[in-house]
T-cell receptor, first 115, second 111 residues
Framework: NAGVTQTPKFQVLKTGQSMTLQCAQDMNHEYMSWYRQDPGMGLRLIHYSVGAGITDQGEVPNGYNVSRSTTEDFPLRLLSAAPSQTSVYFC??????????????FGPGTRLTVL | GNSVTQMEGPVTLSEEAFLTINCTYTATGYPSLFWYVQYPGEGLQLLLKATKADDKGSNKGFEATYRKETTSFHLEKGSVQVSDSAVYFCALKYDTDKLIFGTGTRLQVFP
């Protein structure tokens, strides 16, 4: 198992450019989520999905879009990048077994800089 | 609302010293509690967890006890190693799947 994979590892954008951060998992997990990590603020939830075709907003969704057409993939889109979106982005996934407290598995992260 | 507060870092220790990283939480209901660790340049890994009051999570010599009366989940290790140097995050789970994280505490262990 590759676990949770993210591409690219690093990205530099100019203000106003768009891009997609890729996330894939091969563990057949129903739940997937995107976080951003900023100094002194921990990780904050951007968007999440409880299964293919179902997405919802987290704590800081503005400026980001997501879709979930397959169980495996959960891309994060920045439509018009802003310097405030400079951050490290983590994708995570977990199983949703009833009654279980399930570990979230994290990808290695994408470091994004917006100039 | 739900929140997690953990002590500011960095925490700097000599090898074999005792470690405590404080974590307190605010939550409705009875959330599950977690400690995650992030090594340099990597994603987060689950270190330990506890699902109900008085549960003790443990892994790799680290321990934390779910204290409902003090709403705390402090992380402890009796003898740290240089390889324990990392950032440690306390987190709680709400709404079935969602995690809310503390701000993280950087631990630096010197030989």
């Amino acid at each position: 198992n590759a676990g949770v994979t993210q591409t690219p590892k690093f990205q530099v954008l100019k203000t106003g450019q768009s891009m997609t951060l890729q996330c894939a998992q091969d563990m057949n997990h129903e739940y997937m989520s995107w976080y951003r990590q900023d100094p002194g603020m921990g990780l904050r939830l951007i968007h999440y999905s409880v299964g293919a075709g179902i997405t919802d907003q987290g704590e800081v969704p503005n400026g980001y879009n997501v879709s979930r057409s397959t169980t495996e993939d959960f891309p994060l889109r920045l439509l018009s990048a802003a310097p405030s979106q400079t951050s490290v982005y983590f994708c995570a996934s977990s199983y949703r077994g009833a009654g279980a407290v399930n570990e979230q598995f994290f990808g290695p992260g994408t470091r994004l800089t917006v100039l | 609302g739900n929140s997690v507060t953990q002590m500011e870092g960095p925490v700097t220790l000599s090898e074999e010293a005792f470690l405590t990283i404080n974590c307190t939480y605010t939550a409705t209901g009875y959330p599950s509690l977690f400690w995650y660790v992030q090594y340099p340049g990597e994603g987060l890994q689950l270190l330990l967890k506890a699902t109900k009051a008085d549960d003790k999570g443990s892994n790799k010599g680290f321990e934390a006890t779910y204290r409902k009366e003090t709403t705390s989940f402090h992380l402890e290790k009796g003898s740290v190693q240089v390889s324990d140097s990392a950032v440690y995050f306390c987190a709680l789970k709400y709404d079935t799947d969602k995690l809310i994280f503390g701000t993280g505490t950087r631990l630096q262990v010197f030989p």
